[in-house]
């Protein structure tokens, strides 16, 4: 509708300008018009019943739709419905809904059989008004407001002007007053008539009203109003009105359709159509349900069981949308309530048994031809296997089961020729070529049938009276030396000898093309023949009836990709597209080499292809239809939704017609014609907007206690505790051209680095987000590929646990470091004095092996004096021997204690910290029994933590069950902690050593296992136990690490440990022996006495302590 007032002069010149137009218009769509296609919207699909009796998209972009069972928001993927709740007086006041319009705010507004409701998106419900007394609380009253609302209209003071069955009223939202409009017999400025069912603003401002049977105009000037008698119109009600763009003002009538010419205000004579049986172009049906202009200026009319008409300016009548009970995407009810149309072009019909029912976009630019059972005037077969175009423009349709078909483009009718009511050998028809005024057929099985056309007469050639290879002719043509050529089945391509009436048969001798069936020939700008097989492709050269041949090598890259061939489009000289069972090829002809067309294709088997006038190529595959676009690679595929035949397009069946058009036919859902200058995009970037959300698959609601205070759709901040750190959102792009096709991309800020493109998929799920705050966002795209980029956001904010708090952190933290720090000072301290001790002590021997050094230099001169001081020298080896073995169970002892001190002290008092917050953990109180079993957790870790050290300082293993025992523990021990993997091997039944001898062993093996760490960098090590005779014990420990040079390393600081290790041994009556190479790896080998005398060990009066069973009781 065109806003503004004019002169009567301009309109006139706009109305002539808008009928060329509109002439363009209908010149476009011809006899197809009537040609509709529809989706429907069904209580099947959620619809909350089938009489829908208006409709609206707001500016959010939602559909609703009133029906006479509630409201219904539709997001292109489900239904929100609202109806009355007893009780609830913010749910709709009445579930029959009459109107719906959204004002100038924004603000959405019902009318129905109880008055008005406004609907309140940021609680989801209503504010109902209503002049009738009601029992429920919360119902706006207001007097004159009376029950049932038809239609509402805003005029440019922003008043709400309604249709009542008790007048006109105005309603202020700001004052909430309403002002009535009643018939007064006394007063000819009043209403005709208190039953007004519609109103129309014009572009003046004023006001039409449906008003009984008569029209009726309020003056915005005067505010009076004024009856307008219509000369013609003989109807008893008025039902709708609409001003179309050339300033037309409709009127339905339960007796036809008028039109007033609205420019000539002075004249009252207005132009009536109604239905006549003998004029098909006439209205279907005279009772007329609704009126509809749409944004072309096209004027609709919904009828009462006569479908959907639409008025034809150029010619004066109607074109016809009625419901065919065999067309499954016809119309499906043929009483039409409501019309609206959406902001994508799409045509919503409200009807009264068959819900809603929705255009497609591009009616007119993908047309789908299939079988239709019950209508003769179909196709006959919905298997196709080839076209063919004649000279008159017709477009013959070769059916494999059907006969033959001629197409009319113009006038959509099908003629048929079977078997069973003409000459035709067979139902299988494969091809059609024109020659000659005649046409010839190529039948499966049937041979080849002569058709003339002008006398209805076929004749067939078979191999039983001709000299024809085979009776299963594929394929036609003729060459330009006038030799027809058939491609045909296991006899490949023949070639008519015009000399003696003979065929010459051109299949390679070689494998693969032996008894190759030759299913597509297509001759290129050269005269050349393109020879599609199953098994290869070959090129004939009439000129010279020479055959070339490609078929797939797997060592050729340059070969081509699939043996099977059934398309072929020429798009330059020499330079071609091949369709092949695996994708599309790219062939240089005077090369010979094909290169792969990497392209996102539907499928990878193309069945057909075609160029149109844009150079864009149309493929037909086993997955479906694509339009490839070889300047940019861009591929853009097409569904059912955009009114293709499905995803099964047959072999070899396609055809450019002279006018552009591309037909392709299907396996068994009949054939599609592509009029590719007729598609156009639809550039309106959807909505996108959140229908859902949900914490652990579950939708939240909004409410007191929920993490949404308010519908997610409005929503812009979401809290969330620690433990909803899983949730998902639902979304949905308000495009409803084809839904299925819309596209979605989202992204957390604060957790995503990128944006999640998703293709169709419309959810958005995160599992384990860290506390903190947040952003999601989402963008959405047509089918199209418009994305809007501005999209929807919500902020998120998911709180920390008490325990993840930073000063709960803290205290727990200075805790722990308060225990750690007073045992491990403890121990560092206690461990500085044994090494105090330790280097004290290999001092002394090495000061004692200096001196034996220089008694054996002197030995000649003071033999005599050693054999006098050898008892001396004796006695104070074993003191030195006996305070060795002092020294290790001293070290021993030390450590014992140390762990005594932390199982007695330390854990005790963890363990009774453990027990004290068990009783915590049973209060009533959820958050002090989570933290409580939080402050659990942590003191369960510090317990086995000093459990550890307490193995660590002295294995109790190694004291109760002996060396071998110990070592175990150890081999255990340094893999848990170093990685390191210990082999351990011993001989059966050997005698346990002496304490002192196994505890110096033990630690001997564990310097070694630590040198083996440190510098062999290997990840295993082996040590074994054997018994020697003398009741002598060997260790020995090997690796396969880097090694080293003993004489080298024996001074280095490296060497120091293992000369500690010799020295103890020595003391002991024992030694070490070291074996090793640079990058041969090392074997240490002990070798010690297994008795021994040991000093008493205090430690051994002590408590044994164990593990502690710290589970609380």
């Not at 069981?305 to 995407?329: A, E, I, M, W």
Request: hydrophobic content about 35%; overall charge negative; charged content about 25%.
């Amino acid at each position: 509708m065109m806003a503004g007032p004019g002169t009567i002069g301009s309109r006139l010149a706009l109305r002539a300008a808008s009928l060329i137009v509109l002439a363009g218009l209908a010149l476009g769509a011809g006899p197809h018009g009537a040609t509709l296609q529809f989706r429907h919207l069904t209580p099947e699909d959620g619809l909350s019943h089938s009489w829908v009796r208006a409709i609206l998209q707001d500016s959010q972009g939602y559909i609703w739709l009133g029906t006479d069972a509630g409201l219904n928001r539709y997001d292109g993927y489900s239904f929100r419905i609202y109806r009355h709740e007893r009780g609830n007086s913010r749910s709709l006041l009445n579930a029959s809904v009459n109107s719906l319009f959204e004002d100038t705010q924004g603000r959405l507004w019902i009318g129905h059989d109880r008055g008005l409701s406004l609907y309140q998106p940021l609680t989801d419900d209503f504010i109902n008004f209503s002049s009738t007394a009601s029992t429920e609380q919360g119902v706006v009253v207001l007097p004159g407001l009376e029950t049932a609302i038809r239609c509402i209209v805003q005029d440019l003071s922003g008043g709400l002007w309604l249709a009542s069955d008790a007048g006109l009223l105005l309603f202020s939202p700001e004052t909430r007053r309403v002002e009535t409009y009643r018939h007064d017999p006394k007063d000819v400025h009043s209403l005709s008539s208190n039953e007004v069912r519609f109103i129309v603003r014009d572009h003046e401002g004023d006001l039409w009203l449906a008003a009984g049977n008569s029209l009726n105009r309020f003056d915005r000037g005067t505010r009076q109003i004024n009856r307008h008698p219509i000369t013609g119109v003989n109807s008893t009600d008025l039902t709708q009105l609409a001003i179309d763009r050339f300033d037309y003002l409709w009127i339905g009538t339960d007796d036809g359709v008028c039109r007033l010419d609205l420019s000539r205000p002075a004249e009252s004579v207005a132009e009536c159509f109604r239905h006549d049986r003998r004029n098909p172009g006439s209205l279907a049906s005279d009772f007329a349900r609704v009126l509809f202009a749409d944004r072309d200026g096209q004027i609709w009319v919904g009828t009462e069981n006569g479908g959907l008409d639409r008025f034809d300016y150029q010619t004066g009548t109607f074109v016809h949308c009625k419901t065919d009970p065999n067309d499954p995407s016809s119309l499906n009810n043929a009483s039409v309530y409501s019309l609206f149309e959406d902001r994508a072009g799409i045509l919503w019909v409200g009807t009264f048994a068959g819900g809603a029912n929705l255009t497609r976009r591009n009616q007119d630019a993908i047309l789908h031809f299939k079988t239709l059972p019950g209508n003769t005037g179909s196709l006959s077969y919905s298997s196709i296997t080839d076209f063919f175009e004649d000279k008159e423009g017709h477009v013959w349709i070769c059916t494999d089961g059907g006969g033959l078909n001629r197409f009319d483009p113009r006038t959509r009718q099908f003629e048929h020729w079977t078997a069973g009511n003409s000459g035709l050998t067979r139902d299988a028809v494969l091809d059609v070529f024109e020659d000659d005024g005649r046409l010839l057929i190529g039948t499966w099985a049937g041979g080849l049938n002569v058709f003339d056309p002008r006398k209805g007469t076929f004749r067939a050639m078979t191999t039983r009276n001709s000299n024809l290879p085979s009776n299963s002719i594929f394929e036609i043509a003729r060459d330009r030396r006038g030799r027809l050529l058939l491609g045909t089945y296991e006899r490949g391509l023949v070639v008519q000898d015009l000399a003696n009436d003979s065929w010459t048969s051109y299949v390679p001798d070689q494998n693969p093309f032996r008894d190759a069936n030759a299913l597509l020939l297509q001759e290129d700008a050269d005269g050349d023949f393109f020879v599609g097989t199953e098994t290869g492709l070959m090129i004939f050269h009439p000129e010279n009836d020479s055959l070339e041949t490609f078929h797939h090598d797997d060592r050729d890259l340059a070969s081509i990709a699939g043996e099977r061939v059934y398309a072929v489009t020429e798009v330059g000289a020499g330079i071609y597209y091949v369709g092949t069972d695996q994708g599309l090829d790219f062939f240089d002809k005077k090369a010979g080499v094909f290169s792969h067309v990497n392209a996102a294709l539907p499928g990878s088997e193309i069945r057909s292809m075609a160029k149109d006038r844009r150079g864009d190529i149309w493929i037909g595959t086993d997955r479906g239809l694509c339009r490839y676009t070889p300047l940019t690679g861009q591929v853009k595929n097409y569904t059912k939704g955009d009114g293709t035949l499905g995803n099964d397009y047959n072999r070899c069946a396609y055809l450019i017609s002279r006018d552009g058009a591309i037909y392709l036919g299907g396996v068994n859902n009949g054939f599609n014609v592509i009029y590719p200058n007729r598609i156009t995009e639809n550039r309106v970037p959807p909505s996108v907007v959140i229908t859902d959300f949900k914490i652990a698959n579950r939708s939240v609601l909004p409410g007191a206690g929920s993490a949404l205070k308010q519908p997610v759709g409005v929503a812009r901040h979401i809290e969330l505790s620690h433990s909803q750190s899983s949730f998902s959102f639902e979304l949905a792009a308000l495009d409803f051209s084809n839904p299925d096709r819309n596209r979605y991309a989202f992204k957390l800020d604060g957790f995503d680095k990128e944006w999640n493109e998703v293709g169709s998929l419309r959810s958005a799920t995160y599992t384990n987000i860290s506390p903190g705050r947040y952003v999601f966002r989402a963008r959405a795209a047509n089918g199209d590929g418009y994305w809007n980029e501005q999209g929807t956001s919500v902020s998120l904010q998911i709180h920390p646990p008490l325990w993840g708090t930073w000063w709960f952190r803290l205290l727990v933290v200075g805790f722990g470091l308060t225990a750690v720090l007073t045992v491990v000072l403890g121990a560092r301290r206690r461990r500085r004095i044994l090494e105090s001790m330790n280097t004290q002590l290999n001092a002394e021997i090495l000061h004692a092996r200096k001196a034996e050094e220089g008694l054996r230099e002197a030995r000649d001169q003071l033999e005599q004096k050693v054999r006098e001081r050898t008892a001396e020298l004796t006695e104070r080896a074993n003191q030195l021997r006996t305070l060795a073995g002092e020294l290790t169970l001293a070290e021993q002892r030390e450590r014992r204690h140390l762990a005594k001190l932390l199982h007695d002290h330390l854990q005790q008092l963890l363990v009774g910290a453990k027990f004290r917050v068990a009783l915590l953990s049973k209060a009533a109180d959820p958050a002090v029994k989570q933290a409580a079993e939080e402050i659990q957790a942590l003191l369960s870790e510090s317990i086995e933590a000093s459990r550890s050290l307490t193995a660590e300082l002295s294995p109790p293993i190694l004291h109760e069950g002996g060396l071998e025992a110990g070592l175990e523990w150890l081999a255990h021990w340094m893999h848990e902690k170093h990685g390191l993997v210990v082999g351990l091997s011993a001989e059966e039944d050997l005698t346990a050593a002496a304490e002192d001898v196994s505890v110096l062993l033990f630690e001997s093996v564990r310097e070694l296992l630590f040198n083996v760490v440190k510098h062999a960098k290997v990840q295993s090590a082996s040590v074994r136990l054997e018994r020697l005779e003398g009741q002598m014990l060997r260790i020995s420990v090997r690796d396969h690490g880097r090694g080293f040079d003993p004489d080298a390393r024996q001074f280095s600081r490296e060497g120091f440990g293992l000369f500690s290790i010799r020295e103890r041994l020595s003391l002991v009556g024992g030694r070490l022996e070291i074996q090793s190479s640079p990058g041969h790896g090392s074997e240490m080998t002990l070798i010690a006495p297994l008795a021994g005398e040991s000093p008493d060990d205090p430690a051994s009066a002590d408590e044994p302590y164990s593990e502690l069973d710290c589970s609380p009781k």
